[in-house]
Protein backbone atom coordinates (compact mmCIF):
# COMPACT_ATOMS: atom_id res chain seq x y z
CA UNK A 1 0.00 0.00 0.00
CA UNK A 2 1.40 3.67 -0.95
CA UNK A 3 2.28 5.64 2.54
CA UNK A 4 -0.69 7.94 1.98
CA UNK A 5 -3.46 5.55 1.69
CA UNK A 6 -2.00 4.03 5.06
CA UNK A 7 -1.95 7.23 6.54
CA UNK A 8 -5.37 8.12 5.59
CA UNK A 9 -6.82 4.53 7.43
CA UNK A 10 -4.43 5.54 10.18
CA UNK A 11 -7.10 6.39 12.94
CA UNK A 12 -9.73 4.21 11.83
CA UNK A 13 -7.25 1.15 11.60
CA UNK A 14 -5.89 2.37 15.44
CA UNK A 15 -9.35 2.54 17.05
CA UNK A 16 -10.26 -1.01 15.60
CA UNK A 17 -6.71 -2.11 17.44
CA UNK A 18 -7.38 -1.01 20.27
CA UNK A 19 -10.53 -2.70 20.79
CA UNK A 20 -9.58 -6.45 20.13
CA UNK A 21 -8.49 -8.19 22.99
CA UNK A 22 -5.45 -10.31 23.52
CA UNK A 23 -6.33 -13.44 22.62
CA UNK A 24 -7.66 -12.05 19.07
CA UNK A 25 -4.06 -11.77 18.51
CA UNK A 26 -1.59 -13.67 16.56
CA UNK A 27 2.29 -12.76 17.65
CA UNK A 28 5.27 -12.73 15.35
CA UNK A 29 8.20 -12.99 17.29
CA UNK A 30 11.96 -11.27 16.54
CA UNK A 31 15.37 -10.26 16.72
CA UNK A 32 15.61 -7.10 14.87
CA UNK A 33 19.52 -7.71 14.64
CA UNK A 34 19.06 -10.75 13.31
CA UNK A 35 15.62 -9.89 10.81
CA UNK A 36 16.50 -7.11 8.18
CA UNK A 37 18.76 -4.74 7.88
CA UNK A 38 17.57 -1.42 6.55
CA UNK A 39 20.48 0.86 7.47
CA UNK A 40 24.52 -0.37 6.95
CA UNK A 41 25.34 2.96 8.27
CA UNK A 42 24.45 2.20 11.79
CA UNK A 43 25.84 -1.46 11.75
CA UNK A 44 28.61 -0.75 14.50
CA UNK A 45 26.13 1.59 16.68
CA UNK A 46 28.52 4.42 16.24
CA UNK A 47 31.06 2.68 17.69
CA UNK A 48 34.61 2.45 16.48
CA UNK A 49 37.71 -0.43 16.35
CA UNK A 50 37.17 -4.09 16.58
CA UNK A 51 33.85 -6.29 17.57
CA UNK A 52 35.37 -6.11 20.80
CA UNK A 53 34.26 -2.48 20.62
CA UNK A 54 31.71 -2.18 18.59
CA UNK A 55 29.53 -5.76 18.71
CA UNK A 56 29.83 -6.12 14.96
CA UNK A 57 30.64 -9.72 13.62
CA UNK A 58 28.47 -11.11 10.92
CA UNK A 59 30.12 -14.37 10.90
CA UNK A 60 29.80 -15.06 14.48
CA UNK A 61 26.84 -16.00 16.08
CA UNK A 62 27.31 -14.14 19.38
CA UNK A 63 28.13 -10.82 17.92
CA UNK A 64 26.03 -8.13 16.06
CA UNK A 65 24.69 -8.51 12.67
CA UNK A 66 23.43 -5.77 11.32
CA UNK A 67 19.78 -5.47 11.65
CA UNK A 68 17.88 -2.98 12.44
CA UNK A 69 14.85 -1.28 13.13
CA UNK A 70 14.25 0.50 9.85
CA UNK A 71 14.68 -3.06 8.33
CA UNK A 72 11.45 -4.25 10.42
CA UNK A 73 9.39 -1.26 9.02
CA UNK A 74 10.61 -2.06 5.48
CA UNK A 75 9.01 -5.86 5.98
CA UNK A 76 5.77 -5.07 7.72
CA UNK A 77 3.97 -5.84 4.50
CA UNK A 78 5.93 -9.18 4.92
CA UNK A 79 4.91 -10.24 8.13
CA UNK A 80 1.00 -8.77 7.46
CA UNK A 81 1.03 -10.99 4.49
CA UNK A 82 1.83 -14.12 6.92
CA UNK A 83 -1.59 -13.09 8.82
CA UNK A 84 0.21 -12.21 11.96
CA UNK A 85 -1.84 -9.67 13.90
CA UNK A 86 0.88 -8.13 16.34
CA UNK A 87 4.85 -8.27 16.63
CA UNK A 88 6.98 -9.34 19.26
CA UNK A 89 9.86 -7.07 18.58
CA UNK A 90 13.11 -8.26 20.94
CA UNK A 91 14.41 -5.75 23.45
CA UNK A 92 15.72 -2.59 21.59
CA UNK A 93 17.46 -0.49 24.85
CA UNK A 94 20.67 0.56 24.57
CA UNK A 95 23.12 -2.73 25.76
CA UNK A 96 26.59 -3.08 26.68
CA UNK A 97 27.77 -3.77 23.47
CA UNK A 98 30.32 -6.42 24.77
CA UNK A 99 30.42 -8.64 27.86
CA UNK A 100 32.28 -11.65 28.92
CA UNK A 101 35.25 -13.16 30.57
CA UNK A 102 38.79 -12.69 28.11
CA UNK A 103 38.39 -15.57 25.19
CA UNK A 104 34.66 -15.16 25.82
CA UNK A 105 33.52 -11.83 24.78
CA UNK A 106 30.11 -11.61 23.22
CA UNK A 107 27.51 -8.99 22.11
CA UNK A 108 24.07 -7.65 23.36
CA UNK A 109 22.79 -8.04 20.07
CA UNK A 110 19.93 -10.12 21.82
CA UNK A 111 19.00 -6.77 23.93
CA UNK A 112 18.67 -8.34 27.21
CA UNK A 113 21.84 -6.19 28.86
CA UNK A 114 20.51 -2.71 28.82
CA UNK A 115 22.26 -0.18 30.03
CA UNK A 116 20.40 2.83 29.13
CA UNK A 117 16.61 2.51 29.67
CA UNK A 118 15.20 5.21 27.90
CA UNK A 119 16.59 5.05 24.60
CA UNK A 120 16.96 2.50 21.62
CA UNK A 121 20.43 1.31 21.22
CA UNK A 122 22.10 2.80 18.14
CA UNK A 123 23.13 -0.19 16.73
CA UNK A 124 19.24 -0.65 16.13
CA UNK A 125 18.42 2.68 15.46
CA UNK A 126 17.05 6.15 17.19
CA UNK A 127 14.05 6.71 19.64
CA UNK A 128 12.49 8.30 16.49
CA UNK A 129 12.54 5.25 14.23
CA UNK A 130 11.39 2.77 17.28
CA UNK A 131 8.03 5.65 16.66
CA UNK A 132 7.56 5.25 13.34
CA UNK A 133 7.97 1.80 13.46
CA UNK A 134 4.97 1.79 15.92
CA UNK A 135 3.16 4.33 14.00
CA UNK A 136 3.60 2.57 10.83
CA UNK A 137 2.31 -0.94 12.64
CA UNK A 138 -0.59 0.93 14.16
CA UNK A 139 -1.66 2.18 10.52
CA UNK A 140 -1.61 -1.51 9.58
CA UNK A 141 -3.59 -2.56 12.18
CA UNK A 142 -0.52 -4.65 13.71
CA UNK A 143 -0.22 -4.48 17.49
CA UNK A 144 3.08 -3.80 18.61
CA UNK A 145 4.44 -5.67 21.71
CA UNK A 146 8.15 -4.73 23.35
CA UNK A 147 10.27 -7.19 24.95
CA UNK A 148 11.48 -5.48 28.50
CA UNK A 149 13.37 -6.44 31.67
CA UNK A 150 13.24 -6.22 34.78
CA UNK A 151 15.00 -8.42 36.51
CA UNK A 152 18.23 -7.53 36.10
CA UNK A 153 20.87 -5.28 33.70
CA UNK A 154 23.84 -5.28 31.95
CA UNK A 155 27.02 -6.93 34.12
CA UNK A 156 28.71 -3.31 35.48
CA UNK A 157 29.17 -4.22 39.15
CA UNK A 158 31.94 -6.47 39.85
CA UNK A 159 32.58 -7.88 43.34
CA UNK A 160 36.67 -7.60 44.89
CA UNK A 161 36.22 -10.92 46.96
CA UNK A 162 35.51 -13.02 42.64
CA UNK A 163 35.68 -12.99 39.50
CA UNK A 164 32.44 -12.79 37.37
CA UNK A 165 32.51 -16.14 36.42
CA UNK A 166 33.11 -17.96 40.01
CA UNK A 167 31.08 -15.60 42.30
CA UNK A 168 28.93 -18.11 43.99
CA UNK A 169 25.41 -17.30 45.62
CA UNK A 170 25.68 -15.61 49.23
CA UNK A 171 22.54 -16.07 51.10
CA UNK A 172 20.71 -14.23 53.58
CA UNK A 173 21.20 -16.34 56.59
CA UNK A 174 25.10 -16.77 55.80
CA UNK A 175 25.52 -12.83 54.73
CA UNK A 176 22.69 -10.85 56.64
CA UNK A 177 22.15 -7.03 55.72
CA UNK A 178 23.28 -6.39 59.08
CA UNK A 179 26.71 -7.79 59.10
CA UNK A 180 29.70 -6.43 56.52
CA UNK A 181 31.22 -10.18 55.03
CA UNK A 182 29.18 -13.11 56.99
CA UNK A 183 27.44 -13.57 60.32
CA UNK A 184 30.87 -12.51 62.26
CA UNK A 185 31.23 -9.07 60.25
CA UNK A 186 30.99 -5.38 61.41
CA UNK A 187 27.74 -4.30 61.90
CA UNK A 188 26.25 -2.19 59.03
CA UNK A 189 22.62 -1.45 57.88
CA UNK A 190 21.31 -0.72 61.29
CA UNK A 191 17.94 -1.22 62.16
CA UNK A 192 16.51 -2.66 58.63
CA UNK A 193 14.11 -5.03 59.28
CA UNK A 194 14.68 -7.04 55.92
CA UNK A 195 13.86 -6.96 52.21
CA UNK A 196 10.19 -8.56 53.07
CA UNK A 197 9.34 -5.34 54.96
CA UNK A 198 8.78 -2.89 51.86
CA UNK A 199 8.98 0.74 53.13
CA UNK A 200 10.43 3.41 52.26
CA UNK A 201 11.15 4.26 55.66
CA UNK A 202 12.75 0.42 56.06
CA UNK A 203 14.78 0.45 52.99
CA UNK A 204 16.16 3.81 53.95
CA UNK A 205 18.08 1.85 56.55
CA UNK A 206 19.85 -0.28 53.67
CA UNK A 207 22.39 2.39 53.38
CA UNK A 208 25.75 -0.02 52.96
CA UNK A 209 25.68 -2.70 49.72
CA UNK A 210 28.41 -4.72 51.12
CA UNK A 211 26.97 -7.53 53.35
CA UNK A 212 27.95 -10.22 50.97
CA UNK A 213 30.48 -8.88 48.61
CA UNK A 214 31.98 -5.53 48.25
CA UNK A 215 31.09 -3.92 45.43
CA UNK A 216 32.51 -1.67 42.97
CA UNK A 217 32.14 -0.06 39.33
CA UNK A 218 35.20 -0.10 37.34
CA UNK A 219 36.42 3.15 36.20
CA UNK A 220 34.09 4.84 33.38
CA UNK A 221 30.95 2.92 33.99
CA UNK A 222 30.22 4.53 36.92
CA UNK A 223 26.93 6.54 35.05
CA UNK A 224 26.78 3.99 32.64
CA UNK A 225 23.24 3.66 33.21
CA UNK A 226 19.94 5.85 32.49
CA UNK A 227 17.88 6.59 34.80
CA UNK A 228 20.95 7.57 37.15
CA UNK A 229 19.55 5.56 39.93
CA UNK A 230 20.07 2.53 38.71
CA UNK A 231 24.01 3.24 38.85
CA UNK A 232 23.56 2.84 43.01
CA UNK A 233 24.94 -0.22 44.05
CA UNK A 234 22.45 -0.07 46.65
CA UNK A 235 19.76 -0.86 44.17
CA UNK A 236 21.32 -4.42 43.79
CA UNK A 237 21.14 -7.99 45.17
CA UNK A 238 24.55 -8.17 45.58
CA UNK A 239 24.93 -11.63 46.47
CA UNK A 240 26.96 -13.19 43.82
CA UNK A 241 25.52 -15.82 40.75
CA UNK A 242 22.37 -17.79 41.05
CA UNK A 243 22.16 -21.38 41.41
CA UNK A 244 18.39 -21.05 40.00
CA UNK A 245 17.26 -22.20 43.22
CA UNK A 246 15.88 -21.55 46.67
CA UNK A 247 16.53 -18.07 47.09
CA UNK A 248 18.89 -17.34 44.90
CA UNK A 249 16.28 -17.56 42.03
CA UNK A 250 15.00 -13.83 42.85
CA UNK A 251 18.06 -12.82 43.95
CA UNK A 252 20.88 -14.13 42.46
CA UNK A 253 23.10 -12.44 39.44
CA UNK A 254 21.94 -14.07 36.15
CA UNK A 255 25.54 -15.10 35.35
CA UNK A 256 27.13 -11.42 36.10
CA UNK A 257 23.95 -9.68 35.24
CA UNK A 258 23.49 -6.84 38.00
CA UNK A 259 20.51 -8.62 39.84
CA UNK A 260 18.22 -5.55 40.62
CA UNK A 261 16.66 -5.20 44.04
CA UNK A 262 12.99 -5.51 43.10
CA UNK A 263 11.60 -5.63 46.67
CA UNK A 264 12.51 -1.95 47.27
CA UNK A 265 9.99 0.80 46.69
CA UNK A 266 12.01 3.01 44.95
CA UNK A 267 13.28 0.64 42.43
CA UNK A 268 9.37 -0.51 42.32
CA UNK A 269 8.88 3.30 41.27
CA UNK A 270 11.47 3.51 39.62
CA UNK A 271 10.28 0.56 36.92
CA UNK A 272 6.90 1.46 36.35
CA UNK A 273 8.29 4.92 35.74
CA UNK A 274 10.32 3.54 33.11
CA UNK A 275 8.22 1.59 31.52
CA UNK A 276 5.43 3.61 31.66
CA UNK A 277 7.30 6.19 29.98
CA UNK A 278 7.66 3.88 26.97
CA UNK A 279 3.44 3.57 27.13
CA UNK A 280 2.96 7.46 27.21
CA UNK A 281 5.30 8.29 24.97
CA UNK A 282 4.84 5.97 22.19
CA UNK A 283 1.49 4.04 22.57
CA UNK A 284 2.78 0.63 22.76
CA UNK A 285 0.34 -2.26 22.90
CA UNK A 286 1.92 -4.82 25.59
CA UNK A 287 5.15 -6.36 27.36
CA UNK A 288 6.30 -9.83 27.29
CA UNK A 289 8.47 -9.81 30.43
CA UNK A 290 11.82 -11.25 30.61
CA UNK A 291 13.57 -13.57 33.31
CA UNK A 292 9.54 -12.73 34.89
CA UNK A 293 10.23 -15.62 37.50
CA UNK A 294 13.49 -14.52 39.28
CA UNK A 295 12.07 -11.34 40.32
CA UNK A 296 9.68 -11.38 43.46
CA UNK A 297 5.81 -11.79 43.41
CA UNK A 298 5.68 -8.71 45.24
CA UNK A 299 7.02 -6.54 42.70
CA UNK A 300 4.94 -7.88 40.16
CA UNK A 301 1.79 -6.89 42.15
CA UNK A 302 2.67 -3.61 42.40
CA UNK A 303 3.86 -3.03 38.74
CA UNK A 304 1.40 -4.88 36.70
CA UNK A 305 -1.58 -2.99 37.77
CA UNK A 306 0.10 0.27 37.62
CA UNK A 307 1.40 -0.78 33.68
CA UNK A 308 -2.30 -1.53 32.84
CA UNK A 309 -3.99 1.59 34.78
CA UNK A 310 -1.25 3.27 32.70
CA UNK A 311 -1.93 2.18 29.49
CA UNK A 312 -5.87 2.85 30.03
CA UNK A 313 -4.97 6.08 30.99
CA UNK A 314 -3.33 5.92 26.91
CA UNK A 315 -6.55 4.72 25.51
CA UNK A 316 -4.96 1.07 25.49
CA UNK A 317 -7.56 -0.99 27.06
CA UNK A 318 -5.98 -4.02 26.38
CA UNK A 319 -2.76 -3.53 26.74
CA UNK A 320 -1.36 -7.14 27.71
CA UNK A 321 1.48 -8.26 29.67
CA UNK A 322 2.90 -11.93 29.67
CA UNK A 323 5.80 -13.15 31.97
CA UNK A 324 8.69 -15.31 31.02
CA UNK A 325 8.43 -18.32 33.11
CA UNK A 326 10.90 -20.93 32.21
CA UNK A 327 12.71 -23.80 34.15
CA UNK A 328 11.82 -26.47 36.24
CA UNK A 329 9.32 -28.86 34.84
CA UNK A 330 7.56 -26.83 32.50
CA UNK A 331 3.97 -28.03 33.79
CA UNK A 332 0.83 -25.93 33.93
CA UNK A 333 0.16 -25.40 37.67
CA UNK A 334 3.92 -23.90 37.63
CA UNK A 335 3.20 -20.97 34.72
CA UNK A 336 -0.36 -20.32 36.45
CA UNK A 337 1.07 -19.61 40.06
CA UNK A 338 2.51 -16.77 38.12
CA UNK A 339 -0.98 -15.52 37.18
CA UNK A 340 -2.04 -16.06 40.36
CA UNK A 341 0.70 -14.65 42.91
CA UNK A 342 2.07 -12.46 40.47
CA UNK A 343 -0.56 -10.88 38.56
CA UNK A 344 0.50 -11.25 35.71
CA UNK A 345 -2.44 -11.17 32.53
CA UNK A 346 -0.67 -14.74 30.93
CA UNK A 347 2.78 -16.00 30.54
CA UNK A 348 4.55 -17.60 27.94
CA UNK A 349 3.15 -20.84 27.52
CA UNK A 350 6.29 -23.20 28.57
CA UNK A 351 3.48 -26.06 29.38
CA UNK A 352 2.01 -25.92 26.24
CA UNK A 353 5.48 -26.23 24.33
CA UNK A 354 6.63 -28.88 26.36
CA UNK A 355 3.41 -30.95 25.47
CA UNK A 356 3.61 -30.62 21.99
CA UNK A 357 7.51 -31.27 21.61
CA UNK A 358 6.14 -34.83 23.63
CA UNK A 359 3.56 -35.66 21.51
CA UNK A 360 4.99 -34.17 17.98
CA UNK A 361 8.48 -34.22 18.63
CA UNK A 362 8.25 -37.38 20.47
CA UNK A 363 6.10 -40.32 21.49
CA UNK A 364 3.61 -39.53 24.17
CA UNK A 365 0.50 -40.27 23.57
CA UNK A 366 -1.83 -37.71 22.86
CA UNK A 367 -3.62 -38.14 26.97
CA UNK A 368 -0.29 -35.25 27.35
CA UNK A 369 -2.64 -32.93 25.97
CA UNK A 370 -5.71 -33.33 27.53
CA UNK A 371 -3.76 -33.35 30.70
CA UNK A 372 -2.48 -29.80 29.61
CA UNK A 373 -5.52 -28.51 28.98
CA UNK A 374 -7.61 -29.88 32.38
CA UNK A 375 -4.98 -27.26 34.15
CA UNK A 376 -6.06 -24.62 32.62
CA UNK A 377 -8.87 -24.32 35.53
CA UNK A 378 -5.63 -23.48 37.49
CA UNK A 379 -4.95 -19.92 35.79
CA UNK A 380 -6.16 -16.88 37.71
CA UNK A 381 -9.63 -16.13 35.77
CA UNK A 382 -9.76 -20.49 35.20
CA UNK A 383 -10.17 -21.32 31.60
CA UNK A 384 -10.95 -18.18 30.32
CA UNK A 385 -7.60 -16.53 31.93
CA UNK A 386 -5.74 -19.44 30.05
CA UNK A 387 -6.90 -17.71 26.68
CA UNK A 388 -4.16 -15.20 27.38
CA UNK A 389 -1.39 -17.58 27.33
CA UNK A 390 1.12 -17.17 24.64
CA UNK A 391 1.67 -20.56 23.31
CA UNK A 392 5.01 -20.99 20.96
CA UNK A 393 6.44 -24.08 19.62
CA UNK A 394 9.59 -22.39 18.74
CA UNK A 395 11.94 -19.36 20.02
CA UNK A 396 14.93 -17.89 20.81
CA UNK A 397 16.29 -19.41 23.64
CA UNK A 398 14.51 -23.15 23.52
CA UNK A 399 15.06 -23.46 19.70
CA UNK A 400 13.26 -24.69 17.08
CA UNK A 401 10.46 -27.37 16.72
CA UNK A 402 11.96 -28.34 13.69
CA UNK A 403 15.05 -29.03 15.60
CA UNK A 404 13.30 -31.33 18.02
CA UNK A 405 11.85 -33.22 15.86
CA UNK A 406 14.89 -33.93 13.77
CA UNK A 407 16.35 -34.61 17.32
CA UNK A 408 14.06 -37.59 18.10
CA UNK A 409 13.09 -38.84 14.66
CA UNK A 410 17.06 -38.96 13.32
CA UNK A 411 15.89 -41.62 10.58
CA UNK A 412 12.52 -39.35 9.36
CA UNK A 413 12.33 -38.48 6.50
CA UNK A 414 12.16 -34.87 5.03
CA UNK A 415 8.41 -35.12 4.29
CA UNK A 416 8.02 -36.66 7.54
CA UNK A 417 9.72 -33.91 9.07
CA UNK A 418 7.96 -31.31 7.48
CA UNK A 419 4.25 -32.83 8.51
CA UNK A 420 5.36 -33.03 11.94
CA UNK A 421 6.02 -29.23 11.79
CA UNK A 422 2.96 -28.35 10.29
CA UNK A 423 1.24 -30.66 12.83
CA UNK A 424 2.57 -28.92 15.69
CA UNK A 425 1.67 -25.63 13.85
CA UNK A 426 -1.71 -26.59 13.04
CA UNK A 427 -1.99 -27.34 17.34
CA UNK A 428 -0.71 -24.12 18.15
CA UNK A 429 -2.85 -21.99 15.75
CA UNK A 430 -6.47 -23.35 16.79
CA UNK A 431 -6.02 -24.16 20.25
CA UNK A 432 -6.72 -22.01 23.01
CA UNK A 433 -4.06 -19.39 24.06
CA UNK A 434 -2.24 -16.48 21.76
CA UNK A 435 -0.06 -18.44 19.42
CA UNK A 436 3.40 -16.93 18.65
CA UNK A 437 5.29 -17.36 15.97
CA UNK A 438 8.87 -17.24 15.50
CA UNK A 439 10.48 -15.65 12.93
CA UNK A 440 12.04 -17.81 10.07
CA UNK A 441 9.33 -20.63 11.08
CA UNK A 442 7.54 -19.53 7.86
CA UNK A 443 11.10 -20.11 5.68
CA UNK A 444 11.48 -23.65 7.20
CA UNK A 445 14.25 -22.96 9.51
CA UNK A 446 15.44 -25.55 12.48
CA UNK A 447 18.09 -24.17 13.73
CA UNK A 448 21.59 -26.23 15.20
CA UNK A 449 19.97 -26.12 18.72
CA UNK A 450 19.04 -23.46 21.46
CA UNK A 451 20.32 -19.76 22.49
CA UNK A 452 22.73 -18.90 19.34
CA UNK A 453 22.20 -21.81 17.16
CA UNK A 454 18.07 -20.56 16.88
CA UNK A 455 18.99 -16.98 15.82
CA UNK A 456 19.48 -17.15 12.09
CA UNK A 457 19.44 -14.11 10.51
CA UNK A 458 16.52 -13.39 7.97
CA UNK A 459 18.96 -11.64 5.37
CA UNK A 460 21.54 -12.79 3.96
CA UNK A 461 23.64 -14.18 6.62
CA UNK A 462 27.07 -14.97 7.28
CA UNK A 463 27.10 -17.07 9.80
CA UNK A 464 29.31 -20.58 7.82
CA UNK A 465 27.34 -22.56 10.81
CA UNK A 466 24.11 -20.89 9.93
CA UNK A 467 24.41 -21.50 6.32
CA UNK A 468 25.49 -25.33 6.52
CA UNK A 469 21.61 -26.01 8.23
CA UNK A 470 19.06 -27.92 5.71
CA UNK A 471 15.46 -25.46 5.81
CA UNK A 472 12.12 -27.54 6.22
CA UNK A 473 10.37 -27.22 2.83
CA UNK A 474 12.70 -25.49 1.01
CA UNK A 475 15.46 -25.43 -0.72
CA UNK A 476 16.91 -22.32 0.03
CA UNK A 477 19.90 -21.82 2.76
CA UNK A 478 20.09 -18.89 4.90
CA UNK A 479 23.37 -17.41 2.93
CA UNK A 480 20.93 -16.18 1.23
CA UNK A 481 17.77 -13.65 2.31
CA UNK A 482 14.59 -15.58 3.28
CA UNK A 483 11.50 -13.10 2.87
CA UNK A 484 9.63 -15.51 0.16
CA UNK A 485 5.67 -15.83 0.52
CA UNK A 486 5.71 -18.57 -1.47
CA UNK A 487 7.97 -21.58 0.60
CA UNK A 488 5.97 -24.51 1.81
CA UNK A 489 5.32 -23.03 5.76
CA UNK A 490 4.81 -19.34 4.78
CA UNK A 491 1.97 -20.49 2.59
CA UNK A 492 0.72 -23.01 5.20
CA UNK A 493 0.58 -20.81 7.90
CA UNK A 494 -0.88 -18.40 5.87
CA UNK A 495 -3.64 -20.47 5.55
CA UNK A 496 -4.31 -20.94 8.89
CA UNK A 497 -3.82 -17.81 10.52
CA UNK A 498 -6.22 -16.57 8.23
CA UNK A 499 -8.86 -19.52 9.62
CA UNK A 500 -8.05 -18.59 12.81
CA UNK A 501 -8.49 -14.90 12.45
CA UNK A 502 -12.06 -15.33 10.38
CA UNK A 503 -13.19 -17.90 12.98
CA UNK A 504 -14.56 -16.38 16.65
CA UNK A 505 -14.37 -19.53 17.76
CA UNK A 506 -10.71 -20.47 17.14
CA UNK A 507 -9.10 -17.29 19.19
CA UNK A 508 -11.97 -16.47 22.06
CA UNK A 509 -14.16 -19.76 22.15
CA UNK A 510 -14.32 -22.30 25.12
CA UNK A 511 -12.33 -25.34 24.63
CA UNK A 512 -13.48 -28.92 24.97
CA UNK A 513 -11.37 -31.85 24.66
CA UNK A 514 -13.26 -34.40 22.41
CA UNK A 515 -10.41 -37.51 21.82
CA UNK A 516 -7.19 -38.59 22.87
CA UNK A 517 -5.28 -41.19 23.35
CA UNK A 518 -3.00 -43.28 25.21
CA UNK A 519 -0.67 -43.68 22.30
CA UNK A 520 0.44 -41.55 19.28
CA UNK A 521 -2.50 -41.37 17.51
CA UNK A 522 -6.18 -38.70 18.03
CA UNK A 523 -6.69 -35.53 19.83
CA UNK A 524 -9.42 -33.94 19.53
CA UNK A 525 -11.04 -30.69 20.90
CA UNK A 526 -14.36 -28.79 19.83
CA UNK A 527 -14.34 -24.53 20.64
CA UNK A 528 -17.45 -22.79 20.98
CA UNK A 529 -18.29 -19.21 19.37
CA UNK A 530 -18.76 -17.22 21.87
CA UNK A 531 -21.85 -15.42 20.43
CA UNK A 532 -23.93 -18.00 19.09
CA UNK A 533 -22.27 -21.39 20.41
CA UNK A 534 -21.63 -22.50 16.63
CA UNK A 535 -19.30 -25.22 17.13
CA UNK A 536 -15.72 -26.16 15.56
CA UNK A 537 -14.02 -29.53 16.10
CA UNK A 538 -10.55 -29.55 15.48
CA UNK A 539 -8.88 -33.54 15.03
CA UNK A 540 -5.45 -34.05 14.87
CA UNK A 541 -3.27 -37.52 14.07
CA UNK A 542 0.00 -37.53 16.02
CA UNK A 543 0.70 -40.66 14.47
CA UNK A 544 2.16 -41.79 11.48
CA UNK A 545 -0.48 -43.91 10.35
CA UNK A 546 -3.75 -42.84 8.64
CA UNK A 547 -7.26 -43.00 11.24
CA UNK A 548 -10.50 -42.88 11.03
CA UNK A 549 -12.82 -42.18 14.46
CA UNK A 550 -16.59 -41.52 15.76
CA UNK A 551 -16.19 -38.53 17.60
CA UNK A 552 -18.84 -36.93 19.72
CA UNK A 553 -19.92 -33.31 19.20
CA UNK A 554 -22.83 -30.90 20.12
CA UNK A 555 -26.33 -32.84 19.14
CA UNK A 556 -27.24 -29.60 17.37
CA UNK A 557 -23.83 -29.79 15.22
CA UNK A 558 -25.35 -31.82 12.20
CA UNK A 559 -23.67 -30.39 9.04
CA UNK A 560 -20.35 -28.92 8.52
CA UNK A 561 -18.19 -27.37 6.60
CA UNK A 562 -14.47 -27.84 6.73
CA UNK A 563 -12.35 -25.10 7.19
CA UNK A 564 -9.05 -26.85 6.76
CA UNK A 565 -8.85 -30.74 5.98
CA UNK A 566 -11.31 -32.88 4.73
CA UNK A 567 -14.44 -33.37 6.66
CA UNK A 568 -17.77 -35.09 6.69
CA UNK A 569 -20.73 -33.08 5.67
CA UNK A 570 -22.97 -34.24 8.10
CA UNK A 571 -22.86 -36.12 11.17
CA UNK A 572 -23.63 -39.99 10.90
CA UNK A 573 -26.05 -40.08 13.93
CA UNK A 574 -26.97 -36.97 16.32
CA UNK A 575 -23.87 -36.26 18.29
CA UNK A 576 -21.49 -38.19 16.50
CA UNK A 577 -19.25 -37.86 13.94
CA UNK A 578 -17.12 -39.41 11.64
CA UNK A 579 -13.26 -38.15 10.70
CA UNK A 580 -10.69 -39.46 8.70
CA UNK A 581 -7.47 -38.35 8.92
CA UNK A 582 -4.34 -38.89 7.25
CA UNK A 583 -0.33 -39.83 9.10
CA UNK A 584 0.21 -36.84 11.03
CA UNK A 585 -2.68 -34.64 9.69
CA UNK A 586 -5.84 -32.70 10.69
CA UNK A 587 -9.37 -31.80 10.15
CA UNK A 588 -10.84 -27.87 11.21
CA UNK A 589 -14.77 -28.80 10.70
CA UNK A 590 -16.82 -26.12 11.52
CA UNK A 591 -20.46 -26.83 12.17
CA UNK A 592 -23.16 -24.94 9.86
CA1 LIG B 1 22.00 -1.85 10.32
CA1 LIG C 1 27.67 -7.88 37.87
CA1 LIG D 1 16.18 -11.10 40.52
Known amino acids: MPQSVLADQAPAALAALRARPAEDEIIYFMLPDRFENGDASNDRGGLTGDRLHTGYDPVSKGFYHGGDIKGLISRLGYIQGLGATAIWVGPIFQNKPVQGPKGQESAGYHGYWITDFTRVDPHFGTNADFKALVDAAHARGLKVYMDIVVNHTADVIQYRECARSDCVYRSRADYPYQRRGGVAGAPINPGFAGDEVQTAANFAKLTDPNFAYTTFIPKGEEHVKVPEWLNDPIYYHNRGNSTFAGESSTMGDFSGLDDVMTENPRVIAGMIDIYGGWIDRFGIDGYRVDTARHVDAAFWRAFIPAILDRAKAKGIPNFHIFGEVSGGDHNEGRQAIWTRQAAFPGTIDFAFHQAVIDTVAGNTGTERLEDLFAGDVLYAGGETGARHQVTWISNHDDGRFGFYVRHAFPQASDDEVLHRVQLANAMLLTLR ?91 AVSRFDPKDGREVLIAFNTSTQPLAANIQVEVASSRFTALSGACPQAASAPGSVKITLPALGFAICEAK
Do not use: C, W
Request: proline share 5%.
Open 433 to 523: GVPQIYSGEEQGFAGIGNDQGAREDMFASKVPEYNAEKLIGSNATTATANFNPHSAMYGFLADLTHVRSDTAALREGRQVTRASHPAPGLF
